[in-house]
């Protein structure tokens, strides 16, 4: 902390949890308090139940699990090889090129989300490819809105990087493929990681979008949270909710353990 006095920080520290608690922390645990709960009639639940885990956990809440965590990892790999392919492509262009390539990619990001999925559905739902009713929609309606997240922090990444290790490869004899397989991906490799983990997280989230494209039998978690609230059933959303969580937090632990190896190369 820049903060040095001990009244500073005191004060610093008070401030965070003042504005931490209300606005990220609060919200959380009202939802895991709703999943435990049978009653909510006054300022805090009543009863204790675990019964909205076991629908949470089995029949076609696990499948809807499962679905979002197939098209997340699917979305996420479409997304990083795109994603880095462009950056490296990107890194070797003119100003001019670059800043169009920019756009290009910040540009799903710039509009609605629920934008996205309507292009993509009008764009797919006739020869010569027609992927309207499939998973793949949703698959690709996912990608297009991550792939500019892993495009950002490659192509910084990459600005970042000590051109000495390429010059000392090339100065050897080495091919621009080698360079660019044993030298500069092994470099970016902590990078790629946390790109990863933060289109896995986006996409596992996204609501919008998919709710314009999912066919019947392809229905991600975000989804059935809605159907199940919508419905009125919001202690079962806010179990599934918390399993929602649970499982992008564990996804993202694990990611953090590659990247975290992946640094100490």
Request: hydrophobic share 55%; charged share 10%.
């Amino acid at each position: 902390m820049l903060v040095h006095s001990r009244k500073g920080k005191w004060a610093t520290w008070a401030l965070f949890f003042v504005l931490f608690l209300p606005l990220f922390a609060l919200p959380l645990l009202v939802i895991l308090a709703a999943s435990f709960s049978e009653h909510w009639s006054g300022a805090f639940p009543s009863g204790f139940t675990a019964e909205h885990y076991a629908s949470a956990t089995r029949g076609e809440s696990l499948q809807a699990l499962t679905t979002s965590l197939v098209t997340a990892v699917t979305a996420s790999l479409l997304a990083l090889t795109v994603g880095s392919w462009a950056a490296l492509a990107a890194a070797s262009l003119r100003k001019g090129g670059k800043r169009a390539l920019d756009a290009l990619f910040m540009l799903p990001v710039a509009v609605p989300s629920v934008v996205v999925g309507l292009a993509v559905l009008v764009a797919f739902s006739k020869p010569p490819m027609i992927l309207n009713g499939t998973r793949w929609i949703v698959i690709l309606a996912h990608a297009i809105l991550v792939t500019a997240f892993a495009y950002q922090s490659v192509s910084a990444a990459i600005v970042r990087l000590d051109p000495a290790y390429e010059q000392a490869a090339a100065s050897l004899g080495a091919r621009p493929s080698y360079v660019l397989w044993k030298v500069k991906l092994p470099l970016l490799l902590p990078s790629l990681n946390a790109a990863a983990g933060l289109c896995f997280a986006l996409s596992m989230g996204e609501l919008s979008a998919t709710m314009m494209l999912y066919p019947p039998d392809w229905m991600p978690l975000p989804v059935r949270i809605y159907a199940a609230t919508d419905r009125g059933s919001l202690f079962t959303g806010a179990a599934l909710a918390v399993v929602l969580m649970a499982a992008t937090l564990l996804v993202l632990f694990a990611v953090s353990r590659v990247r975290t190896r992946a640094s100490y190369r």
